[in-house]
């Protein structure tokens, strides 16, 4: 690694934190705050960035990890959204190709004696004509109805009784949480900013009635010009520090997914399918060896911190899946589950969450404090553009247009030359290894083959049955600013999400790994596989799944 990627690191972000002064302090390290990092610190702000636990650790690592326009916005007559959701998603395949992904969606039309209900045929062509030319047609593709047994070739286990035809149309997905650290590696490494996880935020200073700083947990004192709170859920309870009273201005919507085994769900796109005896859909999402389904869009009343999947929540997704498809789920084929919460800006006007509006709100508080919410994935880009512009006016300073719909997000750099014919043995490692390893940090890829070239033992799998290798375990430590067992299962790898039991069976191996990159001791190793392990368990046990752990 250079000298600067290898920059990305926390004793470094923190010492920085304490002897700087900044233009702008962020708080929240989920896909909103580093995108508000990116584009602040790639217009020349003096940008600092601060995470409570990891980046990505709340909502940006437990969506449906979907880029996309919004088809159902459509319904909700939000033209201007979807337009600028799907602008927002061609930027991301362009500028990040090694983490986000074209991935067509099927539409399948369900009937009785082989006759679908023509209203709602129509319903969809008349849609899909309009994402088409709203901006889906971005993709290089339009929409298209295909037959029953084209569509079965895609789903083979959708119930052919039942299924009479199927709309195709394309949209794009993400690793979520990969692409948060990318974006705020982006902005730390190639345009000077700071960011530190595990460093959350106790208080705020108030100087004259204005807000200049936090003071974080481990007593280090962040002074900054401007402070931006991008805290997503938690956004009340940091303006709470500055107003001295709860806004109570989110409304949170728990989303839950559920993994199966890719053979108990097969497809090789994604599909969209109604939820019986609801006016919702849930996703059928192809993952490597996995499918995952969701999600719900459901108020949610309990703890922030610690959103849990319920054996109802598993119950919703089985039953969607088994009122369509020929080969019924049942509870013990689901190998992982994640829960997430939506900030959604409250609008007494609408009785369901899942009526709120997705678009984001840029508000500012009599201290200065500037907060955002709303938003999603697909358009954190645009959300850190108008939340800087906004900074720019605080400062009461003219600053450049945002540059962040050109920055290539970190890893692109060298990504396509990867897939070329020779590259594999070029580099001397197998070519579905290189493949697996350019789609989770595409030019960088070349680095952790060199790891694996020093140390073979790097080149052997990190939780047995899922493709990580060791080496990505070690990158993470060293590269990745990941300083705890779940930050690597979960997080920097996806392993919690896909396979909770097999993940936790290998957390005391991963943290005799990390300890040799982090120094800890015997204590600190058990430490950390236990918690993780805790995790787990406790995350089976909520939604009434079993995890067997030795």
């Known amino acids: ?159 052919a009784d039942l299924l009479t035809a199927a709309f195709l149309y394309h949209d794009a997905a993400a690793d979520d949480a990969r692409l948060t650290l990318a974006v705020v590696r982006t902005a730390v490494v190639d345009h000077g900013a700071v960011a530190v996880n595990h460093a ?103 703890d922030i911190d610690d959103p849990q999947v319920t054996p109802d929540d598993v119950a919703y997704c089985l039953r969607a899946i088994n009122a369509w498809f020929s080969r019924q789920l049942e509870p013990a084929d689901v190998t992982s589950t994640w829960a997430g919460l939506r900030p959604l800006v409250k609008d007494e006007a609408r009785v369901r969450t899942a009526d709120l509006s997705r678009r984001h709100n840029v508000a500012v508080s009599d201290q200065g404090l500037i907060t955002i919410t709303g938003g999603k994935l697909t358009t954190y880009r645009k959300m850190g553009q108008d939340t800087v512009d906004e900074v720019g006016r605080r400062l009461k300073r003219r600053l450049p247009r945002s540059r962040t719909a050109r920055i290539a997000i970190r890893g692109a750099e060298g990504y396509s030359t990867l897939g070329e014919p020779g590259a594999a043995a070029a580099l001397g490692v197998d070519a579905a290894v290189l493949a697996h390893l350019a789609g989770r940090f595409g030019g960088e890829a070349r680095a952790l083959v060199a790891m694996m070239a020093a140390d073979p033992s790097l080149a052997q799998p990190l939780v047995p049955g899922l493709p990580y290798l060791r080496a990505e375990a070690v990158y993470a430590a060293r590269y990745e600013m990941a300083t705890t067992v779940e930050d690597v299962l979960s997080r920097r790898t996806r392993a919690l999400l896909e396979h909770r039991e097999a993940s936790a069976a290998a957390a005391a191996d991963v943290a005799r790994l990390l300890a040799g990159e982090l120094g800890w001791s015997d204590e600190q190793t058990e430490a950390s596989a236990e918690a993780y392990i805790t995790l787990a368990r406790r995350e089976s046990s909520a939604a009434g799944l079993g995890l067997h752990t030795a």
């Open 1 to 159: 690694m250079t000298g600067a990627a290898a920059g990305f690191d926390r004793v470094a972000g923190l010492a920085r934190l304490r002897d700087e002064t900044f233009d702008v302090l962020i708080i929240g390290g989920g896909i909103t705050g580093a995108g508000v990092a990116l584009d602040a610190a790639s217009r020349g702000l003096r940008t600092a960035l601060v995470e409570r636990d990891d980046f990505a650790s709340g909502t940006s690592s437990k969506s449906s990890k979907l880029v996309h326009g919004g088809l159902r916005y459509l319904q909700q007559r939000e033209y201007r959204l979807v337009y600028e959701n799907l602008r927002e998603r061609q930027l991301l395949l362009d500028n990040a190709p090694h983490l986000v992904h074209h991935l067509p969606f099927l539409i399948p039309l369900f009937g009785r004696n082989g006759v679908v209900n023509k209203a709602t045929a129509k319903a969809y062509r008349s849609a899909l004509v309009l994402y088409d030319a709203t901006g889906g047609v971005r993709i290089g593709k339009r929409h298209q109805r295909v037959s029953k047994q084209q569509a079965l070739k895609h789903l083979p286990t959708l119930d």
């Open 200 to 302: 959350g935020v106790t208080s705020l200073f108030v100087d004259d009635g204005v807000v200049h700083g936090a003071l974080l947990e481990d007593g280090t004192v962040v002074r900054a010009s401007v402070v931006v709170n991008a805290a997503g859920v938690w956004s009340d309870e940091v303006r709470t520090m500055a107003e001295g009273r709860d806004p109570d201005s989110i409304r949170p919507a728990k989303g839950i997914h559920i993994t199966v085994p890719a053979q108990k769900l097969p497809c090789d796109i994604a599909a969209v399918v109604p939820v019986p005896g609801d006016r919702r859909s849930v996703f059928v999402v192809p993952w490597g060896d996995f499918t995952y389904v969701g999600t719900t869009d459901t108020d949610y009343q309990g």
